[in-house]
């Protein structure tokens, strides 16, 4: 455990970080279900989530802000299909929730052979992507063409 109260005296406009440190220090992070995240290419990323037993009308997806929250509860079934001798397939319910970064976008989701895939696309706006700026109008000067000495 970390005490952040110092912290908090000497930043401004940081009360973001702040919250998402507290909260990690006070989480514990749950194992089911399990996951992974995986990274597609450039900016192009995809969580697999292992549901087995979970269907479509069991799962919600849900994008609030910068938070992705999947959670599952087993709808009640009044199929009979005679006594349990083990129970070794979970139906608990579960939520898991991921902190995306500024400008992620969930592109989609399908859900195939027990694994739920969510798509996500990080997408920068021009006017925030890094350009050069040009000084008293002149150009920038390229040293691609320059060698080191």
């Known amino acids: 455990m970390f005490d952040l109260a110092p912290l908090y005296r000497t930043t401004i406009g940081f009360d973001r970080l702040a919250r998402m440190l507290d909260d990690l220090s006070a989480f514990e992070t749950p194992a089911y279900p399990p996951y992974n995240i995986e990274k597609l290419g450039e900016d192009e990323y995809r969580i697999t989530m292992a549901v087995a037993g979970f269907g479509e009308d069991d799962i919600n997806i849900e994008l609030k802000q910068n938070m992705l929250t999947i959670s ?53 706006p021009e006017a925030m992507k890094p350009r050069n700026i040009a000084i008293n109008g002149k150009a920038p000067k390229s040293i691609e063409g320059k060698k080191a000495a």
Do not use: M, W
Not at 76 to 103: K, M, P, W, Y
Not at 105 to 115: D, S, W
């Open 72 to 124: 599952g509860k087993k709808s009640e079934r009044t199929e009979s299909t005679g006594e349990v001798l083990h129970q070794g397939i979970a139906s608990r319910a579960f939520e898991r929730r991921f902190q995306l970064a500024d400008f992620v976008e969930v592109r989609g989701a399908n859900l195939e052979n027990g694994l739920l895939h969510v798509t996500l696309k990080r997408e920068i």
